[in-house]
């Protein structure tokens, strides 16, 4: 058994490494990839390094754990607000912005249309065709002031 070890040679993990990394082009899963890359690792430092056989599995068996955490951090998916930083928060993207009523706001509520939607507000008395800022949102009730 030891003599089979033993007999592994630097080209042996190479050809095991590429081989492992061509399967996970058949069967992709990111698994063998990192094992494949684990045996090039270690038949790479085998070139430059004359390692025994009990130490180029121990740096395999290394090499293929640290690949675990690694390929975790590296594809931890990184949260990106600039692409879409309103996506489900439609009613937040009107904080701020002015508009016009169309219908007056009697008793401090109302409705105002925003594109296709009819908006609830809450706010003091205005008369239609004045210009209001949505100052606040709840859900789908808006704030306004005059602008």
């Given at each position: ?54 130490l180029q599995l121990v740096m ?11 390929w975790r951090r590296l594809a ?51 008369p239609a065709g004045t210009r ?16």
């Amino acid at each position: 058994m030891t003599d089979m070890f033993v007999s592994l040679g630097t080209w042996n993990w190479l050809i095991l490494g590429f081989l492992l990394m061509a399967l996970e082009v058949l069967a992709p899963g990111i698994f063998l990839f990192w094992l494949g890359l684990a045996a090039l690792l270690v038949g790479l430092i085998s070139f430059a390094v004359v390692v025994s056989w009990q130490l180029q599995l121990v740096m395999f068996a290394v090499f293929a754990a640290a690949a675990v955490p690694v390929w975790r951090r590296l594809a931890r998916p990184r949260p990106d607000a600039s692409v879409s930083p309103f996506l489900n928060k439609r009613s937040e993207a009107l904080l701020g912005r002015e508009f016009t009523l169309e219908k007056p706001i009697i008793d401090g509520s109302g409705t105002m249309r925003i594109g296709d939607t009819v908006w609830r507000v809450a706010g003091p008395d205005t008369p239609a065709g004045t210009r209001v800022k949505v100052v606040q949102v709840d859900g789908a009730n808006l704030t306004v002031a005059v602008a």
